[in-house]
C-alpha cells in the first residue's frame, strides 16, 4: 500500500489539475459512467464531530472511498476539518491511502470555477465571496483561473479578526500566482456592500440560512453556493433559486436532492427539478446556446465522490511516477 500525505498530494495536484479531474468526472457521471451511492452522515456526539462517507467508482475500473470530518472545535493535534481518501487502481496495481484535504479543497473550488467558465457575465472584473474560511481560499482561487478578466475580490465575513488575514494572505498568494495580473482583494463592510456590483457571488460558510439576499444582486450574476449540505440548511435566498433563468447542481443526488438551497425551492413548487442541470451536462455541451447569458444564474455544488476519485486517480498515478510517498505492507502475502 502507498501512503501519500498531503505535500505529496500538493507537489502533484493543483487547481489545473483540479480544474482536469471535475470536468472528468462530471462528465462522465452525466454520461452514466460513475456509480455514486449517497453518502453517509453521521456524527460523534461526545466529539462533536460530523462524518462524511463517500464511496464512488468510476468508468468501472477505479474505486475509491473518502472520510471527510469536521470538529465544531479545536482537537489538536487533528485538523479541525479534513479527509483520508482510499484508492483501489487496479490498472495501476495499487492501493493507495492518501490525505484528502487538499483535494477536496480544490475540487470544490474547481467545480464553481468551471460552472464560472460557462455562466458568468462576459468580462467579469468583481466577484464577491461571503466566508473567509478554507473553502472560501479556494473559491477565490479557482474563479481567478477560470475568469481572466476578474481584478477585484471583496470578501465578508462575521468576525473581522480573521477576516483581515485572510484577505492579507490572498493578496500574497494571487499576487505570486499571477504576477502580471493586478488583482486587489479587499474587505466588505456587510455582505450587501460585497455583493454590489460583483458578476459572480459565492457563499462559502457555515451557516444554515442563507447569507445572500436576493435584492443585493446585480442584474446579471451567477450565484454560488458551496458550504450548506443538508437538505435542512440553506446558504441561497429561495427568491434568487426561485427567479433564476438556469440552476445547475453537481449532481442531482447531492446538490438537487442533498441540498436545502435548491430541494426547498422545489418543494415549495418555486422550480420545475427538471428544468436543473447537473454541471456535467452543462461541460458536455458547453456551445448550446439555448442556456440563458443574462440575469440571475445559480450554481449549488455539495461535492461528489467521483470528482475525489478521479482526482485521487491523478494524485496516485503522478505519484509513483515521481517516487513519492511511502509504501507499506499490511496484507498478508498467502496470494502470491
Partial sequence: MLILGASDVAAVFGMA??????????????RGETVVPPRGAMGLERSDCELLVMPGVVGGEVFGLKLWYAFAEPREPLPRSSAVILLLDPVSRVEVVLDGGV???????????????????????????????IQARTQILALVHALDSVTEVRVCARRHGPLAEFV??????LATAYPQRMISVVAAADPAAAC???GVVVAATTSATPVIDDGWL????????????????????????????????????????????ISRVVA??????AEVLDLGALLADSADRSRPRGGVR???SVG?????????????????????????????????
Fill in 196 to 198: 454590489q456590483g460583483a
Fill in 304 to 336: 461528489f465522490s467521483a470528482a475525489d476519485v478521479v482526482s485521487a486517480r491523478l494524485v496516485a498515478r503522478r505519484a509513483i511516477e515521481l517516487g513519492l510517498g511511502t509504501a507499506i505492507e499490511i496484507h498478508l502475502q498467502r496470494d502470491r
Fill in 103 to 133: 483535494i477536496t479543497d480544490l475540487r470544490t473550488g474547481a467545480m464553481t470555477g468551471l460552472a464560472a467558465a460557462e455562466l458568468a457575465p462576459e468580462g467579469t472584473r468583481m466577484i464577491a465571496v461571503i466566508g473567509a474560511g
Fill in 218 to 261: 446585480d442584474p446579471d450574476v451567477l450565484v454560488c453556493g458551496v458550504g450548506s449540505h443538508s437538505p435542512d440548511t440553506a446558504e441561497l435566498d429561495p427568491a434568487t433559486v426561485a427567479r433564476a433563468g438556469l440552476v445547475v447542481v453537481d449532481t442531482y443526488g447531492g446538490g438537487l436532492d442533498g441540498a436545502g438551497d
Fill in 268 to 273: 415549495a413548487g418555486l422550480l420545475d427539478r
Fill in 17 to 30: 489539475e483540479a480544474f482536469a479531474a471535475v470536468r472528468e468526472a462530471a462528465i462522465a457521471h452525466f
Fill in 298 to 300: 445559480v450554481f449549488k
Fill in 168 to 173: 492579507e494572505a490572498m493578496r500574497a498568494e
